[in-house]
Nanobody, 129 residues
């Protein structure tokens, strides 16, 4: 099981940028599918982007394609989410998630929050118009 800690959230104006980080510790010697999910007040948690760490294959929700980039950070066991051209509708609590898996599993389930076992506490992103 991996322990996940997010950082980097904050408040920005529309059009601005933020970079979220997720530091993973614990059982990180396995192959993982890692993702960013978000939940706005009154809405269900939704997938933003995921990456299979071994191959660096990435997956994105249509709503963030071309604006957000998920990557494995230079520091070991770090996951990043670069968010550009932010919109008010991006306002949400952002969560890092991880699931030990194969690449095929990640490709099939990357956007399913009900199948990821390990979660961080979340970091708030607020975008004002």
């Amino acid at each position: 099981q991996a322990r996940l800690v997010e950082s980097g959230g904050g408040s920005v104006q529309a059009g601005g940028s933020l970079r979220l980080s997720c530091a993973a510790s614990g059982d990180t010697g396995r192959s993982y599918c890692m993702g960013w999910f978000r939940q706005a007040p009154g809405k269900e948690r939704e997938a933003v982007a995921s990456i299979y760490i071994d191959s660096l294959v990435t997956y994105y929700a249509d709503s963030v394609k071309g604006r957000f980039t998920i990557s494995s950070g230079n520091a070991e066991n770090t996951l990043l989410l670069q968010m550009n051209s932010l919109k008010p509708e991006d306002t949400a609590m952002y969560y890092c998630a991880a699931q030990a898996s194969s690449g095929a599993w990640c490709g099939r389930y990357w956007n399913r929050n009900d199948v990821f076992n390990d979660w961080g506490q979340g970091t708030q992103v607020t975008v004002s118009s």
